[in-house]
Nanobody, 124 residues
């Protein structure tokens, strides 16, 4: 069965950095686009970044452009989210997700599997 397991979340001060990892199993990882979403308390789950199966095409939310970077290692079946210059408003649960196709994900309706989420808390 498809499994997506996130790790790397935690508490970090504003301006700091974290790298999230998502280990995938149960499917041919290199055939699917992958994405990271986040959900803050009381808010909807929103797309942060996505990358196509080849890694050649990406999407970033305006709020994270220039600070976050999504990458993938198809040999390790893992997708990463490098987060720099973290802000208080980046505090959320971060979810790894699999796209329904090999392309870039642009919204949650293009997702068919979700990870369980990892908490990222940015403090002042």
């Amino acid at each position: 069965q498809v499994q997506l397991v996130e790790s790397g979340g935690g508490l970090v001060q504003a301006g700091g950095s974290l790298r999230l990892s998502c280990a995938a199993s149960g499917f041919t990882f290199s055939s699917y686009g992958m994405a990271w979403f986040r959900q803050a308390p009381g808010k909807e789950r929103v797309l942060v970044a996505s990358r196509s199966w080849t890694g050649g095409n990406t999407y970033y939310a305006d709020s994270v452009k220039g600070r976050f970077s999504i990458s993938r290692d198809n040999a390790k079946n893992t997708v990463y989210l490098e987060m720099n210059s973290l802000k208080l408003e980046d505090t959320a649960v971060y979810y790894c997700a699999r796209g329904r196709t090999s392309g870039v994900v642009y919204n949650r309706y293009q997702i068919d599997y979700w990870g369980q989420g990892t908490q990222v808390t940015v403090s002042s």
